[in-house]
């Protein structure tokens, strides 16, 4: 075990933690300047649309990698699903039990993002664009907080 991974006491590997929230803040940044545009741009140009499905992507990934990682450290459980995962945070408390359902569905959209992504409707992509960033930005509060020690 690293200093780092020590010195937080949850036996989580800080680096790779911090090195995920990362990806998904970069991944925020450049998805909310795609919604800053009118929908109407948004979803006539297929250029932006593709940049942010892989964004997204990008995005749920790293939190899946995270919550993975977390709850093979801290968990009672091992999770069934990537939307599973975020029920085992739930579960344990590092997330609320409303997060983790709306992250969850999350997940299972990341799914539809890299197995169907022809049948994903554009309008969609940008209602999420709208409505639900926010909730990876409550969940990188929610990890930071564990991971500077903020939860024993």
């Keep these: 075990m690293k200093p780092d991974d020590e010195a937080n006491?949850?036996?989580?590997n800080r680096d790779?933690?911090?090195q995920r929230i990362q990806e998904i803040r970069g991944a925020l940044d450049l998805l909310r300047t795609d919604a800053a545009q009118p929908q109407s741009?948004?979803?006539?140009d297929a250029h932006v649309v593709d940049a942010a499905k892989y964004r997204l992507l990008v995005a749920i990934e790293a939190a899946v990698s995270i919550c993975t990682h977390v709850a093979?450290?801290?968990?009672a459980?091992?999770?069934d699903s990537y939307a599973d995962c975020f029920k085992v945070l739930g579960d344990a408390g590092i997330v609320s039990t409303e997060l983790a359902e709306?992250?969850?569905?999350?997940?299972?959209?990341r799914n539809r993002l890299v197995h169907l992504y022809w049948k994903i409707d554009?309008?969609?992509i940008w209602e999420i664009l709208k409505e639900s960033l926010g909730d990876l930005d409550?969940?990188?509060?929610?990890?930071?907080a564990l991971v500077e020690g903020g939860r024993a």
């Design 9 to 12: 006491g949850l036996g989580l």
């Design 122 to 124: 554009n309008e969609r």
């Design 102 to 109: 709306r992250l969850g569905r999350m997940a299972r959209f």
């Design 138 to 144: 409550a969940y990188l509060d929610a990890i930071g």
């Design 72 to 75: 093979s450290r801290l968990a």
């Design 77 to 79: 459980r091992t999770p």
């Design 16 to 18: 790779l933690v911090l």
């Design 41 to 44: 741009a948004f979803v006539a």
